[in-house]
Nanobody, 122 residues
Framework: QVQLVESGGGLVQAGGSLRLSCAAS????????MGWFRQAPGKEREFVAV????????YYAQSVKGRFTISRDNAKNTVYLQMNSLKPEDTAVYYC???????????????WGQGTQVTVSS
């Protein structure tokens, strides 16, 4: 079992930055691939980024590539999402999730956090 708790969301102006954190409980965190997803009002949940369990690779949605960076600290059981050059279209609830697979599909993620709201004003 892995429990995930996101933090770091908030209101920011366009062009600004935020860093989201996702703290995990459980000693098996380091064996899971970790992903970030987001869901805007009236839209389906979409993939944002994923990082491998051993930190050796990551992958981003085209819409955030070059602006967002995913990282993890297995010693702290935490995964991060650094978001720069934020745009109003980045406004959404952001979720972290854990998967046994290195995947962009939300269906393959076993554990989810409760989400944190990110609002970008124009």
């Amino acid at each position: 079992q892995v429990q995930l708790v996101e933090s770091g969301g908030g209101l920011v102006q366009a062009g600004g930055s935020l860093r989201l954190s996702c703290a995990a409980s459980g000693r098996t965190f380091s064996s899971y691939n970790m992903g970030w997803f987001r869901q805007a009002p009236g839209k389906e949940r979409e993939f944002v980024a994923v990082i491998a369990w051993n930190n050796d690779k990551s992958y981003y949605a085209q819409s955030v590539k070059g602006r967002f960076t995913i990282s993890r600290d297995n010693a702290k059981n935490t995964v991060y999402l650094q978001m720069n050059s934020l745009k109003p279209e980045d406004t959404a609830v952001y979720y972290c999730a854990a998967s046994r697979y290195y995947t962009t599909s939300s269906n393959d993620y076993d554990y989810w956090g409760q989400g944190t709201q990110v609002t970008v004003s124009s």
